[in-house]
């Protein structure tokens, strides 16, 4: 099987780059590497989503799962400079990369851990998230993500909101009939560009 975005411990090299992107209308000077996710550019799904989602509160406690090298986190960020962004990953050559992008954009209310020690932390604590932006990775497969969003959704706040793209063609309606049966209110945001947005909530 050839390796994924999704492997913890890429083993392709490295070979590192730098970026200029306009994010949500900041521009970032980012690096990037092979064996993450979208390494060369800004996802189109990614940016589906972030021109779709609204203004985030000033404060709370945020989560971008599956960070990747960083465009959701900085985002957030960049939106909210008081609120406590988690960004979450399995892959450890992304978590590096969104702590790098992120200081280097001066951010420091950024905490960057991996995916399942957070969420393990998260519950041990009682800590609530009050809102996620994700771009998941559908392409786990379908079991591995109904897990994926099963960990990481009852986490919200009972106000907290969830907002997700995901393509039209793997399965974004299916996905949220789901989520509907699982108990969440989910709304059809918006369609763009072969993506939807779904906003999730108690």
Partial sequence: ???????????TEAGERTHVF???????TVTTASGVFSADRLDKGTQVLLDHVPQPP??????????GW???TLALAD???EASVLAVDVNERALELTARNAAAAGHTRVQVAEAGAMAHELRRTG??????W??????????ALHELLLTWLPLLSPQGEAWLVVGRNLGADSLAQWLAQQGWVVDRHASSKGFRVLRVGR
């Avoid at 000033?58 to 960070?67: E, R, S, V």
């Avoid at 800590?127 to 996620?132: A, E, F, G, N, P």
């Fill in 1 to 11: 099987m050839s390796e994924h975005y999704f492997t913890s411990v890429p083993s």
């Fill in 22 to 28: 306009t994010i949500r209308g900041r521009e970032h």
């Fill in 58 to 67: 000033a404060q709370g406690t945020f989560l971008d799962l599956g960070c």
């Fill in 70 to 72: 960083g465009p959701v």
């Fill in 79 to 81: 939106a909210s400079p």
């Fill in 127 to 132: 800590r609530l998230l009050d809102l996620i």
């Fill in 134 to 143: 994700s771009n998941p990775p559908v392409r786990v497969g379908k079991q």
